[in-house]
């Protein structure tokens, strides 16, 4: 058995060479990106260690080789600013927690993807820190109509589920600090409805082998969690936690959960913030009371 290290921009990468293949064990640094070498000492590296990269919070984005074939338990555990993770198109073994807490991933990317690879980048990231349904890790299936399939199945189970569900069993196990906010019953479900709603965005966003009948029940939560609505969670996501993403301002209009009936609410909330949405917003229905005034004349000459 040999040690190897690299050096990388800002730390290093330790691997230990065995006969016929290579596991990287350890990595130490403030690196923002990462390539994990295809092969060290001339032989392949196909095992991430356990615990490699345990706590690597620079660490934004990451690239493994292509001849990964095994992620060992709690290899990317607590990289909290991780947003990007590169992996082949094949079925790992994986280990337990491998991203446990790392709650900015966005995306998997898989190497050599289909032209909807970006879709299904954020589908397959949130496997791990949404769905936390890790049976569906699997880059050699993601993005084919089964998978998508299973993957529409698990996201209907949690969005069906009652917003007060898991409350008692959290206070039984002491999950929470006695007398903190999360042990408020209404801050349980206004964040448990705010969950619903990033899950519900996520998959219209990217909705690749969506099922009309999905599509349906989707935009008919968010919509009952509009501004104006008895809870407004739908908006309330988007303001707070997209404030100046115009994207997500035209899927509100786009899906009628911005109307003319709570569009001056909307601004209302904005207040003196995210000039430049309102501006948007303003423009926009703008736009579209000519094109109904537009229509509406038409209509008076046929």
């Not at 301002?249 to 904005?270: H, K, R, W």
Request: aromatic share 10%.
């Amino acid at each position: 058995m040999q040690i190897h290290e690299i050096d990388t921009e800002s730390g290093s990468l330790k691997f230990m060479i065995r006969e016929g293949y290579v596991i990287l064990t350890e990595y130490r640094g403030r690196d923002i990106s990462l390539t994990i070498p295809e092969c060290v000492e001339e032989k392949p590296v196909t095992v991430i260690g356990k615990k490699a990269f345990l706590g690597a919070k620079g660490l934004q984005k990451l690239v493994l080789p292509k001849n990964l074939v095994q992620i060992q338990d709690w290899a990317f555990a607590f990289c909290s600013n991780l947003e990007s993770l590169t992996l082949p198109r094949k079925k790992l073994d994986i280990g337990q927690g491998i991203m446990k807490d790392c709650f900015r991933l966005r995306q998997i990317i898989i190497a050599e993807g289909n032209p909807e690879a970006e879709g299904i980048s954020y589908l397959l990231a949130a496997v791990m820190n949404k769905l936390e349904a890790f049976y569906l890790f699997d880059p050699s299936a993601a993005g084919s109509r089964s998978w998508l399939e299973q993957w529409d199945a698990r996201l209907l189970s949690l969005m069906e589920q009652e917003d007060t569900e898991g409350f008692s069993k959290m206070l039984l196990c002491g999950e929470e600090d006695y007398g903190s906010k999360d042990n408020n019953l209404d801050y349980y479900v206004e964040q448990k409805r705010r969950f619903k709603v990033r899950l519900a965005m996520l998959r219209l966003i990217y909705d690749t082998g969506l099922k009309p009948s999905v599509r349906d029940k989707l935009l008919s939560y968010l919509q009952s969690h509009k501004k104006g609505e008895s809870s407004e969670e739908t908006w309330k996501v988007v303001l707070e936690e997209h404030g100046d993403d115009r994207r997500y301002y035209q899927f509100l209009l786009d899906n009628d959960c911005i109307t003319e009936e709570n569009f001056d609410a909307v601004l209302s909330d904005m207040g003196e913030r995210h000039t430049e949405m309102k501006a948007f917003l303003m423009n926009e229905q703008s736009a579209r009371l000519k094109k109904e005034d537009a229509f509406a004349a038409l209509e008076f000459i046929l």
